[in-house]
Structures are given as C-alpha cells and as structure tokens.
C-alpha cells in the first residue's frame, strides 16, 4: 500500500502544515505544504540538515541527520506516547495504532547503535544500510554428500499433480458497489462522505472491483470457483497472506478476526484445502507481530490472531500443527502423494511425501517495529532454529519440502540479517527444498537463492523463490496461478497465471462473474526463448517433457532478459497482468534483474531510501512497484519530515513547545 503523506498531520498539524490535491506529471498526488516561517530561530538546526539530506541519503552526514532527529523523537516518547498520537482521519487511526509502538521501540533506542541505523533506513530511508552481523547458523547434521555435488532429483515421468498460489486478497468488507471509485483516501470504493455515496458520484465502483480498491468479495468467491473449474483435481493450494484490507488507519483486532474467519470459511464452501501463511496485514495494527522476548513481559498483543489462525488452520493442518502456530505463527504439515498417483492410471503408487513448512515472515520484516529492539534479536522466536529442525528431520526421513511465507526473503522489506541468516539455512537444505513460495509484492515474479552471489551463475542456482501476483486489482488484474508438480520429486515443472482482465465486459456485469482466462504459461514463454538463445538443456534446463523448472532454468531465463530487450519488455508487463505497465529503462531494467537474482536481500541491488522512490540515473524517480503492502504510515510521515526543510523547522517547533 501506498499512504502518501497526508500524515505529516501526526507530527504538525498545531503549526498549520496541510495536506492538498496536485497534479504532478499528469497524476493526482497528495502533497504536504509547511508553514511559512521567516524567523530562523524556529528550528533552524534541524532545518539545516535537510539540504545534506537531499544531496545523499546513504552519505554520513545524512546518518547524522536522521539520528539527530530520532533523538528528538527519543525524547518525546521518553514522555509517554500521547505525542505519536494525533488526530485528522487516515492520520488520527494510523499513529494512534502504530504511534505507541514506535514511542516504545524509541524508549529503548541507544542512539548511534546498529538499531538506531536500521530505524534511519526504515523511518527515513537515510543511511547505507549496515554490514550484515556476523552469525554461523548451527546445523545438527553436515550436509550429504549426494546434496553438495547440486543436482536435482530426476523427474518421474509420472502424471503431474496441480498446486494452486493465490495471495494478497486484501478483501474489502465495507466495499460498495456504486460507491466513489475516485477518493482521496488510499482506497477507495467505500461510502466515506456523502459525495462518495452511491448516486452521489460521477465514478462509482463496478461489481466485481477497480483499481483504486481492495477486493470485493464477489471478486474473491469468483477466483474459488474459477480455481474449482480450472484445477479441479487440485492436491491443495498454497495461500501466502494478507486478506485484510488496505485501510490500516481503520484497523481493530474484532474487526480483522471476522475478516480473516470470513475469508477462509467462503475457501473452505468452495471447496479448497488450503495452507495458508500470516502476511502483515492481518494483524491490528497493521504489521505488528511482537517477537517472543518482547512480548515476555506481559500478554502478546498478536496471540489473538495466533490463536485464531491456529484454529481456523486446523481444519487442513491438524492439531499438531496448531501448537507452533499459537507460539509464533508458523507450522509444518505433510502431503503424501500415493493416493494420487496410484489413482491417476499412470503410476505403481510409489509417490512422494511433501513437508509444508509456513513461515511467519513478519519476524524478519522491516515493517515490524516491535523487532527494533536493543539489541536486535538473530532469532525472532527461535523460528529460524525450528525450521533447522524440520528440514534435518524432513532430510532424514527422505521427504521433500515446500517452505512458504508471505514477505519473499530477498525483498527489500526484509532484514538483511535475518535473510542471511535464512540463506544460510536454505544452501544448507537445498537438496530437500523443492521450492518456495511467497506473496506480498502483489507481482507476478521470482527469486533466486545461489551458492555463491559472487558468481551468480546458473549452475551456482540452487532454489527458486514463487512470487504470486494479487487478487486486489490494486497493481494489476486479479490472478493467481497453477502449477504442475512432480508426484515424488515435487519440482514445479510449469506455472500458469490465471487472470480476471478488469476490462473485459463481464467484469463489470452486476449479473455475471468475471471471466477467469488463461494469462501466461512459464514453460511455454520462456521454454522457446532458451532454445532460441542456445540455453535450452544448459545447467539442466531441459524443457522437455516432464522436466522440472530448475532454479538453473530460471537463471537462464534471467540471463534471456539481460540480452533481450523484447523478452523484457513481455516479462516486465507480466508483473502487473498488462495492466499499467509503464516504462522502465536501462538502469531500472539492471535492478530488476538484480533482483530476481537475489533471494538474499543484501544482494539485491535495492539502495536505501523510501518505499516508492528510487534514485536512478542520478535523479529520484518513482518506483511504484515496491510498497503494494507496506502500508506504515510513521513512516512515510518521518520520510516526508527528513526530506523537507519546513517539516523539520515545524517538528522543531513543536518540540520547543512539548
């Protein structure tokens, strides 16, 4: 999500700093005017600063900057947290939610430590990220042999299983059809005013969904039974979180629970057998998952929401699974495919087992400001040490494993020492990871894990990261995908995105659902593509047959994109479905490969600085792809506030008043 800083509100709006409506580059835009201050007295310190600033956000001096301004917000919240509580609409719920958390994460903040650091990354988007913290996973077992020589285990030739991955459906309870579909609010489609009322607007919301909103949940029972027609011998789906809505100024924890027991209770009519995973937006506020030291000192804010997805999860996962899930949001569940096999007409019953494991990523994610703590934990609620031991223990019994969450681990939301740290245990298990699955960016794409990012090569590729597109049509078409497996080996041999096109005119019928039709298949895009450019069969991407989509497939694919500028160009409008694609030019073209190439989020080539904007070419350019789901409006305030001289000279104003 993307919350545009109406919310400097939260920190000025005593000294008259207002939000207003403009046309910048042919788009409309919430931009932050300060007030006029003639007296250099007012301030003038922190005003300074933001010239250095602007200059360059990674330089020392900007560090300075930043830390200079947490220690003024240190003080305020050394006071209580009435101050990060404010009042005016988005900004009145947003920092009253997120506002103590941030007051209790700035008690503890040792300015000029590593944590301070990261918060100036985080809040800011000033300061070059730290060097990783050392650390050395502990493994119970050394690696096998047959593991260490990469090669990925022979297909069985037999008939493939389908798996479906659907995500972010963030479904919108208080949608109305007909309501203003053109607002000022971050979403839209919802009767906030009498203008945005139905019969009040010259833009009203369609049935089935707009652009500008979270789904309906006409739209999100569409997709299931699209899901039952198109794959309807499915073994299960993988569902990688966020089913509650965008307006994170509007959040509470009854209101997210009927939210979440709704949703999985219309997979469940539908039919689906589902494994599921917490995205950020699930609990209340948005983003908040207190680790387990943290909360060790009174009741876990977000117990609720464990308790609750253990429960309604029980109905796929079984009680034991339940357990893990109540402590920290993640569990491990089991699929054995002999049944299937067996009963296809095509196999002797000898099939796999398949190890599930969800993550709860929101341990790892930057957004998470219950983790800014002094020091900083390695091991969020021992998840990391858990996961160890199923995958040992997977290793051992000869299963394969799917680990699934909803942040991908190499995005630049996460930490880069938990994603270290996480790459340590995948090179580790590579050999019983079949893949990965996650969601949140709301693009259709990937990643990759490598032994050596030094050398990303494909026959250095070890696993490939699934990125879901979204259901919410807020970045693209509603989609999600198919894909076809190996029985015993569990290896995606193809992915097929399936799409509900917004223009396609059952879309807007009041009396139809949308018309779900096939948008793109992995193996027969890309498959030609390697023939053509001599990679096919190169680090075992053979494409023939039931041969598997190997992580060396997928850096091969990578390798076409660098060369070819035509498949880039197909791959880069697939991320969005074709829906609003825009440019994207050499310099940006060079991240994104990048980032495909970097499961590990040190690597992945994305520089410091705020969600939604990027210095390319010496300039700050757009990037409106990289907070689909963010939604932390602190942060955006304390960004908008680091950036402009006149919001620093009012924060200094405030504070001499304070």
Known sequence: MRVLPFVLASFAARRGVVASRVELGG??????????????????DLAALAATVREDAQSPASCAACETILFQLKLAASRGDDFF????????????????????????????????????TTFMGLCSYPDV????????????????????????????????????????????EGANANCSKPICCREYTDGDKTGNTDSPAGPHGEHTCDSPARLEESM???????????????????????????????????????????????GLVVHGTAGNHEASPANSFPPTAAAADGANPSQWLYDLLASTWARWNGPAAAVTTREFGGYSTKYTSNSNVSGNGNGNGNGGTLRIISL????YYAHNYWLYEEPMETDPSGQLAWLVGELDDAEKKGERAYIMGHMPMGSRDAFHDASNYFDQIVKRYEGTIAAMFFGHTHYDEFELSYADYGNRTHANALATSYIAPSLTPTSGHPAFRVYAVDPVTFGVLDAVT????????????????PAWTKYYSA?????????????????????????????????????VLERNATAFGAFYARRKRGWAVGGCGDECKGIEICKLRSARAQDNCMPPGLPGVMRLEGKEEEEKEEDECGGSVVRDTLGSMAREPGMLRALGEIMAEW
């Open 360 to 363: 709860s990523t929101n341990m």
């Open 224 to 270: 299931y039974a699209a899901i039952r027609e198109i794959a309807p011998d499915a073994a299960f789906s993988l569902f990688t979180g966020d089913i509650v809505d965008h307006a994170v100024w509007d959040t509470s924890e009854p209101q997210n629970a009927r939210a979440i027991r709704d949703a999985y209770d219309r997979m469940a009519r539908a």
């Open 85 to 120: 509580i404010q009042d005016d609409d988005v900004c009145e719920g947003s920092i009253a939610l997120e506002g103590p958390i941030v007051a209790h994460g700035l008690r503890g903040l040792v300015i000029g430590s590593r944590t301070s650091r990261l918060a100036c």
């Open 133 to 176: 913290k050392p650390h050395n996973v502990s493994f119970p077992s050394p690696q096998p042999k047959a593991s260490l020589r990469r090669r990925r285990p022979a297909p069985s030739g037999l008939k493939p299983l389908h798996v479906v991955h659907f995500s972010d459906i963030h479904v919108d309870p208080f949608y109305v």
């Open 498 to 513: 399936y799409i509900a096109d917004t223009s396609d005119p059952s879309f807007r019928h009041a009396k139809s659902s």
């Open 523 to 559: 193996r027969e895009a890309y498959g030609p593509l390697l023939a053509e450019a001599g990679l096919e069969g190169v680090g075992g991407a053979d494409l023939g047959g039931n041969e598997e989509l190997t992580p060396a497939f997928w850096h091969n694919v990578t390798e």
């Open 27 to 44: 788009e409309s835009q919430i931009v932050l005017t300060p007030p006029v201050a003639e007296d250099p007295r007012h301030g003038s």
